[in-house]
């Protein structure tokens, strides 16, 4: 439920006003801009009687919230929230984020060469991942904790941030302690287990991607898993869905970057990568997702995709992905933002 407070409420009868609320075991998110004061109810307000609320003199309106997801919810908190990593923002109007770098980290030297390049090319912040969810158990798992650190050596040489996917609550320690924003990935997106550890346990930023075949409000409501444990810092990334088409990896839904804008406060960035399988149609779907109004993009780059050891399919070498931001850079322009 939404509670509308009036301008220039007394501070006295908002306090009454959020103790009464308390007292009947609701939670009371007080949130207020430069034109518009709401209190957010969470909880079981069935019981409430709208039109006592409605009674109280500080009480503009009072209006209940059909969608079951409260935090991530846009009339829960009508201002874009912006993520804030290291001084590099995402969300609202601010530059559009590139994130670049490998699917997996393969060493060192891969890591740092390839983090200077997507530096030079204009990503504000490196991928790799460390811990990878793949398919068959006979495939390369990851360079774990030494894949980790190969990042954090990177970050060292290059000052990018870096993110990486967690799969398991033990690595979350490991995470806090070394990763700038912590990805849980399509696989993970429902293991709610993992997801409320994520928000009782860190504070880091996480970027969470939508299932293989999960409706947006699902989506959401795992945005909500990790709000409600305690983390507020969620990006949602749109990876592609699982459709019937079979010429692309998965189906790319830029429809979502509207509807998350309209639903909710969260940013919204796209990886067109895991969304089509193919480098071939990495740009034009990038270009296509900063038209659409997208906080950022997750593209996979390697020197030598051919000799990847993840997803080289879908790797754009460092003079596509450089071509790629500065075209991307000139529709940023044209929609009022930049890269
Ligand atoms: C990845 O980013 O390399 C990855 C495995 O992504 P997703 O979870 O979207 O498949
Ligand atoms: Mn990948």
């Known amino acids: 439920m939404i509670v509308t407070v009036k301008k220039n ?10 103790a009464s609320f308390e007292k009947r075991g609701l939670q ?18 069935t019981l409430l009687d709208e039109k006592m609320i409605k009674a109280n003199p500080i009480v503009d309106e009072v209006t209940r919230i059909a969608a079951p997801y409260k935090k991530a919810n846009r009339l829960f908190h009508p201002e874009d929230t912006i993520i804030d990593i290291n001084g590099i923002k995402i969300g609202g109007n601010e530059k ?16 740092c ?6 530096k030079e090319a204009g990503a504000v912040m490196l991928r790799g991942g460390a811990y990878k969810p793949r398919t068959s158990p006979y495939a390369f798992q990851g ?67 939508r299932g293989l075949a999960n409706t947006i409000e699902e989506w959401i409501m795992s945005a909500e898993y990790i709000m409600a444990s305690g983390n507020p810092n969620v990006v949602l ?27 909710t406060h969260l940013p919204i960035i796209i990886d067109p990568s895991h969304a089509t399988g193919n480098w071939k149609y990495i740009e034009t779907m990038s270009l296509a997702a900063v038209a659409a109004g997208a906080d950022g993009l997750i593209i996979e780059v390697h020197e030598n995709p051919e000799c990847a050891w993840s997803d080289g399919a879908q790797c754009l070498k460092p003079d596509k992905f450089k ?9 940023a322009h044209v929609i009022g933002r930049d890269i």
């Open 96 to 111: 559009i984020a590139v994130i670049g770098g490998p699917c997996s980290v393969e060493g060192l030297d891969q890591i």
């Open 28 to 45: 009371v998110n007080d949130s207020q801009g430069s034109n518009y004061h709401i209190l957010g109810l969470i909880g079981d307000t």
């Open 113 to 118: 060469s390839l983090a200077e390049k997507v």
């Open 237 to 263: 990334c749109e990876r592609g869905i699982r459709t019937f088409e079979k010429y692309t990896r998965n189906t790319l839904d830029l429809s979502v970057v509207p509807i998350i804008k309209e639903k």
């Open 143 to 209: 360079l774990e904790t030494e894949g980790i650190l190969d990042m954090v050596e990177a970050r060292k040489r290059t000052g990018l941030s870096i993110v990486s996917e967690l799969m398991d609550s033990d690595q979350i320690e490991e995470f806090d302690k070394y990763v700038d924003m912590i990805q849980i990935g399509a696989r993970n997106m429902q293991n709610f287990t993992l997801l409320k550890a994520v928000g009782k346990k860190t504070k880091k930023p996480v970027l969470l991607k």
């Open 9 to 18: 409420a007394d501070p006295k009868l908002l306090k009454d006003l959020i």
């Open 323 to 331: 071509h790629l931001i500065d075209k991307a850079r000139n529709i």
